[in-house]
């Protein structure tokens, strides 16, 4: 089963991650590198992203097979999608155990969510 990690970040986590020394930020980024090491060798990974700024965001709309592009980020939120990882796990509770391996579980910012094939939308 595949399964996406999603890594949400907020104004009071950055401001955290900010106060950490740089040469204490390292631990947090030792812990992703250890966690990406693991999961390729279990041949669980899939991909991963880190994702850029919400202010380099793009909205893309198609309109009459024209794009429409306009800056972001949108959402009425001070959440943020930050990065992702995308797992083949045999069952939700490895994709969970893996994901509170992930420094920012800790301050309840990982969401664990199976993915959908196409044709599970379409009805039998």
């Known amino acids: 089963m595949k399964f996406v990690i999603l890594i949400w970040s907020n104004p009071a ?10 040469e204490d930020r390292v631990v947090g980024l030792r812990a992703y590198a250890t966690l990406n090491d693991d999961l390729e060798a279990s041949g ?6 880190a994702l850029g700024e919400p202010s380099a965001a793009r909205r893309v709309t198609a309109r ?3 794009a429409i592009v306009s800056d972001g980020p949108y959402p ?5 999608l930050a990065g992702i990882y ?13 994901a509170a ?3 920012e579980a ?7 969510r199976p993915t ?9």
Request: proline fraction near 7%.
């Open 101 to 103: 391996r992930i420094p």
């Open 64 to 66: 009459d097979g024209q």
């Open 13 to 22: 986590s950055r401001a955290l991650w900010e106060k950490i020394p740089p």
């Open 106 to 112: 800790g301050l309840g910012l990982v969401e664990v």
């Open 76 to 80: 009425e939120t001070k959440e943020f």
């Open 116 to 124: 959908r094939t196409l044709d599970s939308f379409v009805a039998p």
């Open 44 to 49: 669980e990974l899939v991909a991963n992203a």
């Open 86 to 98: 995308l797992l083949e796990c045999e069952s939700m509770e490895r994709a969970v155990e893996i």
